[in-house]
């Protein structure tokens, strides 16, 4: 049987045409995403006269407090005090009087910011709640004195005064009075305080007992008879530095280190409970743990390659081996198991062990590095 041959240009138009359609629903959605939040997706203002005492504390007492009150303040917001609520939070005011369609606090609350919305947990507030809120921005934001909080100071300093986000200073040497013991800058704030305590600082210990502290706390071994001979001949003013360069180097010192790490994010080479069947590829992300230390790695790097990185561009083998790191939970394979309830076992170990390892991780960064900022003066 013979066909009809298509129509080129009837096909080009058709092409063209779906094209066109294609690009129009991207850029739409472009738009959407884009766009701020129409004031007619947001629930109507109440029409009338707002009261704050009657209509306004009752829905923040209820709903808002809790986060962002006289004892936490989320996202440096407080909402139970006037001046603290115009103020606003750190990701800036959130009450705009006179304009509550363009307010966050109206946002959050309605959810028109898609994954956002307030309260987190528990009854999201009514349609009619909304509209009061909505109200009483529009009117004004009337807040009697006698009804904000007084005598409580917040217990999270605001954003401009917490020490962390103060710039890097270098601060300047105290001075002591024991000038002679002084080597580098660390050991004057040492000595500053032990003076300041009345302490007299202990003898200096023996080149013997100094390289065996020094091994055992970098590579986690004992020095060999050799390698103490060796510093012992090292009549070099830098001998103590060099002997440090060459611990760090040891490949032995990424295994020593790694062990806090890998007991933090609770690696093992099995799933445990009862049948505690073998993970034959697990040790591949201890692996990358062990030559991250050995490599010097940044701290903010090796953390994002561990969370997320099989999503860097371009993501290499080794990187997304890291992501190892959201797999060390336990398995639990016995019979009669909920996947489901374990699912969600292993969600929230997860969730707690990287909240735990960013705080304990930072503290083991911090010791490295100590070691290595010694080792070089």
């Not at 040790?283 to 953390?303: C, G, H, K, S």
């Not at 969600?344 to 590095?369: H, K, P, W, Y």
Request: charged share 25%; aromatic share 8%.
């Amino acid at each position: 049987m013979l066909y009809n041959s298509p129509n080129p240009l009837h096909l080009w138009k058709k092409l063209g045409t779906s094209l066109l359609c294609l690009a129009l629903i991207f850029l739409t959605s472009l738009a959407k995403e884009a766009a701020p939040p129409e004031k007619n997706s947001l629930p109507p203002a109440a029409s009338t006269k707002v009261d704050f005492k009657r209509d306004i504390q009752p829905i923040l007492s209820r709903n808002c407090y809790a986060c962002h009150g006289a004892s936490t303040q989320m996202n440096g917001l407080r909402l139970d005090n006037r001046n603290s609520a115009l103020s606003g939070g750190y990701s800036g005011v959130a009450i705009k009087p006179g304009n509550s369609a363009e307010s966050k606090l109206i946002q959050m609350v309605a959810g028109v910011i898609q994954g956002k919305i307030m309260p987190p947990a528990g009854e999201p507030l009514s349609r009619e709640q909304i509209g009061l809120l909505r109200a009483w921005i529009d009117q004004g934001v009337e807040w009697p004195d006698e009804s904000s909080s007084v005598g409580k100071e917040p217990t999270h300093a605001p954003k401009k005064d917490h020490w962390s986000f103060q710039p890097i200073k270098r601060p300047r040497l105290p001075v002591v009075r024991n000038r002679s013991w002084v080597r580098n800058p660390i050991d004057a704030f040492v000595l500053s305080r032990l003076e300041r305590e009345g302490i007299k600082p202990s003898p200096e210990a023996d080149r013997v007992t100094l390289i065996r502290r020094l091994s055992f706390d970098l590579v986690g071994l004992p020095p060999t008879p050799e390698q103490v001979a060796e510093f012992l001949a090292d009549n070099r003013s830098d001998a103590y530095e060099r002997l440090a360069d060459r611990l760090l180097a040891s490949p032995h010192y990424g295994e020593k280190w790694a062990r806090p790490w890998l007991d933090l994010a609770h690696y093992a080479d099995s799933d445990g409970y009862e049948k505690d069947n073998a993970r034959p590829h697990a040790w591949q992300w201890r692996q990358w743990v062990i030559e991250a230390l050995n490599n010097n790695m940044p701290f903010d790097q090796f953390t994002i390659e561990q969370l997320a990185g099989d999503l860097l561009p371009t993501a290499t083998l080794k990187e997304k081996i890291a992501t190892g790191f959201c797999r060390n939970t336990l398995t639990n394979r016995e019979g009669g198991v909920d996947p489901e309830e374990f699912r969600i076992e292993q969600v929230i170990d997860r969730a707690m062990t990287v909240g735990t390892n960013q705080s304990e991780g930072i503290l083991s960064a911090f010791r490295i590095l100590q070691y290595r900022q010694r080792s070089q003066h």
